[in-house]
């Protein structure tokens, strides 16, 4: 038992540590901090930026495009991207979908699809859920009928992230219906200028347009974008959920970013004269959360070294995504009482002052989405109860 | 002891209630949001028709001298349905900061009958929530002074015609009035996340009134502030009982996995939680209220301890309503969010939980 | 609406309040304020010092001894009792079974058996709970066959506080099988010196003996004995229930009680010289539970006053109770803190040294069961659920 | 990076379970404490013949020089079991307070093969956990001292024949050896909620022998005090996870209402809670341990973080197996009372939450 790493290891972290030292523009530092979501220019600049470097897809196999790295050199390259500031790549494509085309899809569909993911030439959105099918996706009514060599599209999705921006939607739809409601699914590939496809934004209390409601009304997709076979998308989209859950891994790697946006808000903040963060009860609930934070970083560094020998991880993804929202929500509450009577500084009404976004203002508001999405923390309990402890 | 609205309060509480269903109807936030001026100039139209810009005034200074409790019948009301009003800084906050006082007389006379709006700048940079924390400086004597310092900030302050702020004379803190097109001050403006619009102000050199005796203001403005206080505690709870009626609602007709997901035990518990928080709240808001006459430093600690504790409910309240209502909570087109939106606010406005423990702790440290 | 009492009120509380100063002795003072229970022998020398005023039984209806007070006086009587460092006093004869004696028992059971509660002549324990039986009591299996004059009872009941110094027991015994489980239940009175009764001690982790499992073998119980109808007493044994979580108001009125201990222990503990009670993290974590205390007071005071207008408590008794017992269990806890490395000096090996019992550790223990008896916390969730949202 | 057990460490694992399984069966527990004496001799007797007392203690101190990851091997079995042994003072603290001085040579050997045992006394009345809190002063010089003073609290220390104890010199804060039957030594002994005995020490003109350099026995202290709190923070670790076992166990069969009471979603949830917990504290436990050789300040910080968090896992895991289990949870009959008084006792010993999160935030206050 060690926490060590090779020699090979720590070469391999310098080369990662240089690397981001000359691609991270220091102006993405307040937002990524905040564990807010850079722009999707900016985005897709730092993907280009790792697939140049042979780095846009770390957590695929060689023969896609990966860079063929151990859980080690995964967990390397997260923490120095958070320890540089960088973003964490933005991922349906990288980690929803492509992972399901090289698994599942058809020869043709890796072809197409596979480098346009890890160029960022392609913009991935996922079109899951829908008004009545949230956590409950099994109930999903949008249809895809055969007709010739196409499927044709109709039905409703919603909370589809950044479909204003795609140029992709990967989308579940009922090609039959069979009385156990998880079979009969499909999972289709969707090119968003297809004819039939409308967008409404829908607003969200963070008061960041990042999601949507997507309609589908004749659309049509070839077959040939069908991935797998026809009426096992189910089993997919499990694969996928599973996926989403992984990705947090990543997410909770950032963590420390967050906690260090806290810690510089709560150094320029003074009351009665003094620094906030030397007051002791203020120091005392950042230690509480460092301290958390820590226990999260090893759960996560366990994860990894069970990925690497083959241990099956079960619902510990879960436990990690509970606990990192969990953490993610009470860093930026933390963050907003560092602000203090700024935090009612939101937006100027002219002009615009420096003052004009507290980040750690809007990471509080988004923050609360984070127990929701991907499962929410209740349904994550669910799946723990049931997989883990067999209650 | 009795904890009843008598009948007049309950008037006063209806009338809330109709305002609020009338200007601010739940089931459209949003659209509301893109008539925001027009609205609420209606919603101060109104509220200066039905006598509440004058009812917290002092029947001395001119006002109908209604008390905490009547306050408090409205402020539930305001809270219950969002309503995004300057009410409290304007009509509560500014007329007992400058009660007595003949030179504020035609200011508290503009306010009462709605021709002009005032808020209060007692809050400075590197001094967190302490009232007693004033740096900026008043110079001059009797009628004639010229204040220069900055005001951080000024809840509900960005639509004020005048300003009450502190600064120090030689006799130590004072209060005085300043128009807000005054000389030397500069005023920047900012919306929050609840759509409350406030300032910060930079004054330099600029000329002021002197309100009341220099050097002895300092009790005055923590008995305004913790009246201010006690009206945003009855907000929070009407804003409460909301949310979670509306949650409860949710939880009776959202279906998944084919049932209502109020079905589910860990929901329910949830819900109960959160209906044991508004019960706390709601008993902080009327113990409080019902305290403000207390000697100073036993008002202090209970008007403390229930802004402490208010806001821990509030927050958890407002949370769990989002978190329950899942997707359609985080997102803006319900009222969901921006009730959360707003106990986040009222849980910052005049002092966070952690300066209200601070100041339960030890009263007789801050202020006099 | 106001908080103010009358004239008449503040003359009564003078009265309760010389009345506490001349009758509680100072050595109760370190085990009331931990929320310990006092000897059996203490209790009934209260009681009877209460009787003797004639003040033993505050809530009950003048007509069956009770002073007539207000809901206000109540309150009044029980804070100045909290104020004293009174106990609370014992509640299952009280509380308990003596209401239902007058609200459901012959003229004959409340002759016989009402004075002797007050006077505390009697010590009444409660036989409801069976090893099958606990939070869902109407699976309760103890059986009372009807044998001409009298009930044989046969069965075992568990958790019966006090058992071994009780002259009396209530319990609930099915008298019929019926379909529907709640029905064909009798609540019957049964002296503890009745031939068949045998008693084991539970052992507890507070280390304090006061449960026990009750063994009854053929237990002859004159009919006379039956409260109200026979096959009704589920019925009786719900107001029961509801008046067991009532009497938690009065419990939670002495809750300052604990945190008066709490600051005792913190003031006489330094930590690098200072006392414990003057460092920010310590004294923050206990104004937290000073105004959580705070709002439990007002709360019972709201309920006091719904109750002295009429109007229905409902589950309001279970959100006190709820409240109650999470405070009590981390006022305790915090105590604990506040005893530091002394916490843990449990017994003295040898000697009687006068660290020997810190009444803090002992109730840090014994508040454990606070949130299991009487309807968990879980139950009163269930039942606020249901009852107050109905859900 | 690696997390797993080597062969030996397995088989170090096993011989725990054995041992705890054979001598300390969860199953009656009660019972077993009757024998308390006679039990805890065995087990120190199986301790010694299985060569575990010599482990920990360094190879050119004569001992077998094993890893903190091979203590933690037999500690969470240790936990798992509940044996209250007094081994982590004796063979864990002691040896690592002692190491390198030839003075201590007889003691380290008595120690292995278990002819004596020895515990520390660090605490001190106004000290709170503070280890560089010495007002215990020491006069002498050479291999000639006379100690004055009072140790508040000995961990284990119950059963000890010899004491180590910290004492001020004109040189700072140094470490000496006592014999528990020296003239001039008052032993204070008890017992804890969990049946560990521990002492408290009354020193009046106390003979004693230095050991290590005087005034410089602080950091020493430190580290020692460290890989003591790790050893704990195994044993905390195996306690949880049985105690979670049990309470699942209990969850699938238990009925109530007609069905188990694992079904209830609401205790399902708390049971996810209770297994997150584990994790979180087994992370952490391999963290600090892993930690140990780090620079001081890096280690202090990582012990500390790991104490504060096992200790807060451990109580929630204790308090809600109790919960849980309703009223058999709290009588003593059954195991899971006793997991949870452990785990309150593991978070008191060696420095409760509060303090490891202040040394946590400044470990450079605190200690060289």
Chains 1, 3 share one sequence.
């Not at chain 2, 002021?208 to 220099?214: K, N, Q, S």
């Not at chain 2, 006459?293 to 989002?322: D, T």
Request: negative net charge.
């Amino acid at each position: 038992m060690d926490l060590d790493f090779t020699p090979a290891e720590l070469a391999f972290r310098d080369e990662v540590r240089a690397f981001f030292a000359k691609t991270v523009p220091a102006e993405w530092l307040t937002r990524v901090r905040a564990g807010l979501r850079l722009e999707p220019a900016e985005l897709i600049a730092y993907q280009k930026a790792l697939a140049a470097k042979g780095w846009g897809a770390p957590t695929w196999p060689v023969e896609y495009g990966g860079p063929g790295w151990t859980p080690a050199q995964n967990y390397i390259f997260e923490s120095e991207s958070a320890r540089a500031g960088a973003p964490i790549q933005f991922h349906q494509g990288l980690e929803l979908i492509g992972p399901i085309i090289f698994t599942y899809g058809s020869q043709e569909l890796k072809d197409r699809y596979l480098p346009g993911i890890i160029n960022a030439d392609d913009w991935w959105c996922q079109g899951y859920s829908e008004p009545g099918a949230g956590s409950d996706l099994a109930s999903l009514r949008t249809t895809a009928v055969r007709d010739g060599d196409h499927y044709v599209l109709n039905g409703q999705k919603m909370w589809t992230s950044y479909a204003q921006v795609a140029s992709h939607m990967f989308v579940l739809a009922r090609t039959s219906q069979e009385p156990k409601r998880q079979q009969g699914i499909s999972l289709l590939l969707v090119d968003m200028k297809t004819p039939g496809i409308a967008i409404r934004k829908i607003e969200t209390m963070d008061e960041k347009y990042t999601t949507n409601e997507v309609f589908l009304d004749d659309v049509r997709v070839p077959v040939t974008n069908l991935v797998g076979t026809e009426g096992k998308g189910w089993e997919y989209g499990k694969v996928l959920l599973d996926r989403e859950r992984m990705v947090c891994s990543a997410t909770a790697i950032h963590l420390p970013q967050v906690l260090d946006g806290v810690r510089d808000a709560a150094r320029a903040r003074k009351i009665g004269g003094v620094p906030l963060i030397e007051t002791p009860a203020f120091a005392a609930q950042l230690a509480q959360l460092e301290i958390e934070a820590m226990a999260l970083e090893t759960m996560v560094l366990r994860l990894l070294a069970d990925l690497a020998s083959g241990a099956d991880s079960g619902p510990r993804g879960s436990m990690v995504k509970l606990r990192w929202s969990d953490l993610y929500q009470r860093a930026t509450a933390l963050w907003m009482d560092a602000l203090g009577p700024e935090a009612a500084h939101f937006r100027a009404l002219e002009g615009e002052g420096p003052a004009d976004m507290p980040y750690g203002m809007q990471g509080a508001l988004y923050s609360r989405v984070t127990s929701i999405y991907g499962g929410s923390s209740e349904i994550q309990h669910n799946i723990i109860a049931r997989r883990a402890l067999g209650l | 002891m009795n904890f009843e609205y008598s009948d007049e309060q309950r008037m006063l509480a209806d009338s809330a209630n109709r305002l609020g269903a009338d200007l601010w109807p739940s089931s459209d936030r949003l659209k509301l949001l893109e008539r925001f001026d027009d609205l609420t100039a209606r919603t101060a139209a109104q509220m200066a028709e039905l006598g509440w810009l004058m009812l917290p005034i002092a029947e001395d200074d001119g006002g109908l001298g209604g008390s905490a409790v009547d306050v408090m019948a409205i402020m539930e009301g305001v809270g219950r349905h969002l309503i995004p009003t300057s009410y409290v800084a304007n009509a509560v906050l500014v007329p007992a900061l400058v009660s007595g006082d003949p030179a504020a007389a035609d200011l508290l006379a503009a306010i009462g009958e709605g021709s002009a709006k005032a808020a209060a700048g007692l809050l400075e940079p590197d001094g967190g929530y302490d009232l007693g924390w004033v740096e900026c400086a008043a110079t001059g004597s009797g009628t004639e002074w010229t204040l220069t310092g900055e005001k951080l900030h000024v809840e509900d302050g960005a639509d004020a015609d005048w300003f009450v702020v502190t600064a120090k004379t030689d006799a130590g803190i004072s209060l005085f009035l300043v128009r807000a097109d005054a000389p030397g001050l500069t005023v920047s403006r900012f919306r929050a996340i609840d759509q409350h619009r406030h300032a910060r102000l930079k004054l330099d050199g600029v000329t002021a009134v002197l309100i009341g005796e220099a050097g002895a203001a300092l009790p005055k403005v923590e008995l305004a502030v913790d009246k201010a206080i006690c009206a945003h505690l009855a907000e929070a709870v009407g804003s409460m009982e909301a949310a979670l009626a509306a949650t409860l609602d949710y939880l009776r007709t959202r279906k998944q996995f084919g049932v209502a997901i109020g079905s589910f035990q860990s929901l329910q518990h949830r819900a109960v939680d959160m209906g044991i928080a508004l019960e706390e709240a709601r008993s902080m808001s009327y113990r409080a209220t019902l305290s403000l006459g207390l000697p100073a430093a036993e008002r202090r600690r209970v008007v403390s301890a229930a802004k402490a504790r208010v806001g821990q409910c509030g927050l958890y309240v407002g949370r769990q309503a989002v978190q329950l209502h899942g997707g359609v909570g985080f997102s803006d087109e319900l009222i969901i969010s921006h009730h959360l939106k707003r106990q986040m606010m009222l849980d910052c406005a005049y002092g966070s939980v952690e300066h209200h423990v601070a100041r339960f702790v030890a009263p007789q440290v801050l202020g006099a």
